[in-house]
């Protein structure tokens, strides 16, 4: 029998793909499900776009790139720092990866050694805690409260910090919680990282998305100075709907980026040519899609919220970013529907597919059982009708 990598073992399944299948074969037998699970934008990728990516084809950019991205792009992306947060980035601390979560693959590959903790906040997207364990490392997870908001709570933190503690993911606004941390928390993780030499990897994936005025609090405008340890995340797929394209990057201390190309040279090499030549489309073209997708995301949310709200025993934060709604439905875990008892997120979602014909992702995916993820990024027609049938599902537990 052919023996697996350890590795490979210790990585558990996606719960959400249980669900994922399910809804596939539901929707193969003609059920007219509603799918809230998907975590793209549902606008397509701009027209300038999509021409910079036909035209790089046509004149020829169909060949290797160099390992970290073309220079072009990587220029773009420090001028996108400059002009938004003044930040002074060079291109050589620049690597443009097949998405944002390739280049968190890398950057894990690059920093962890057996034994290097890695803090991650829950509830945590679904790839943090796999991508260390399969850098070598292990992943520690951080509680974070509903009741708080989902920010930091700085003496919890300290309590889950060991002398093996190598770096902390930060993740604002959040998937799944769509939360973001304030500006206070950011300067005690700071302080906390300064004194103990951690790495702070921030995934800024959302930070086009926000619905408050002014910028994403970063751990950057908290302690400008931390910069030496700070390596930035992110990329076009959500700010520009190119989940498709598999452009991110990761910016940060020149030593981690060149280990992280390193790694990169033996594994993808660079990321597809014509791909990059669209993202730098969308970096130096006009700037108004993110607010297209803020514009048409804002009511849905609304509107989301105040249902979810308004269903006895459920509450829901507020998202301040990204698309999704992560309510808390525990007050219903214990209750059953025809001897089908609901015992945790992942009966639930299962319930709301079959029973509601709605797709959600169950928060035992995100380190929470407590809750479910919806997206919003679908349209407020299907958002009404779903929660309709959400509201009744939940009313025929018992
Ligand atoms: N980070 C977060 C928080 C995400 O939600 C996602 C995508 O779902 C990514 C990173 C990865 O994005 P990409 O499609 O660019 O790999």
């Known amino acids: 029998k052919f023996v697996l990598a350890e590795r490979v073992l210790q990585v558990a399944p996606s719960p959400t793909l249980a669900v994922n299948a399910k809804a596939k074969a539901l929707r193969a037998a003609g059920a007219d499900i509603l799918n809230f699970s998907v975590g793209e934008p549902d606008l397509p990728t701009p027209a300038h776009v999509c021409e910079a990516g036909k035209q790089a084809i046509d004149d020829g950019y169909t060949r290797y790139t160099p390992v970290a991205g073309i220079v072009e792009l990587r220029e773009a992306v420090c001028a996108k ?65 509903e009741e708080n908001n989902f920010d930091f709570d700085p003496a919890t933190l300290a309590r889950y910090a060991t002398p093996k503690t190598k770096a902390i993911v930060l993740n604002s606004p959040s998937n799944p919680t769509g939360a973001v941390f304030s500006l206070e928390s950011l300067v005690a993780v700071a302080k906390m990282a300064r004194d103990h030499g951690w790495l702070v990897i921030t995934d800024d994936m959302y930070e086009e998305l926000y619905y408050a005025e002014g910028k994403v609090p970063h751990i950057l405008h908290a302690d400008p100075q931390l910069k030496d340890q700070v390596v930035l995340s992110n990329g076009v797929s959500k700010s520009f709907a190119m989940t498709g394209w598999r452009i991110g990057w990761s910016v940060g201390p020149i030593e981690v980026i060149k280990a992280m190309n390193k790694i990169q040279s033996q594994s993808t090499s660079n990321p597809a040519a014509p791909s990059q030549y669209a993202a730098l489309a969308a970096l130096t073209g006009p700037q108004d899609f993110p607010r297209l997708l803020r514009e048409a995301f804002i009511p849905r949310r609304a509107y989301f919220v105040k249902a979810l ?28 529907f025809k001897g089908q008892v609901i015992d945790g997120s992942v009966a639930l979602a299962d319930y709301f597919l079959g029973e509601a014909k709605v797709a959600s992702v169950p928060g035992a995916a995100f380190g929470a059982d407590a809750f479910i993820r919806f997206s919003f990024a679908t349209s407020m027609e299907r958002i009404e009708k779903g929660m309709e049938r959400i509201k009744q599902a939940l009313a025929n537990l018992r």
């Not at 034994?115 to 364990?133: H, N, T």
């Not at 507020?318 to 439905?329: K, L």
């Open 81 to 145: 720092l400059q002009n938004d947060q003044g930040w002074d980035y060079a291109p050589d601390q620049v690597q443009v990866s097949c998405g944002g979560k390739h280049g968190l693959y890398n950057i894990f590959q690059a920093i962890l050694n057996p034994g290097d903790e890695v803090l991650i906040p829950a509830p945590y997207w679904v790839s943090y805690p796999p991508m260390v364990q399969l850098a070598g490392g292990t992943p520690v997870i951080v509680p974070l409260k």
């Open 309 to 336: 709200e308004s269903i006895p025993g459920v509450s829901c934060v507020t998202p301040m970013g990204a698309f999704y709604v992560f309510p808390n439905f525990s007050a219903y875990y214990g209750k059953s």
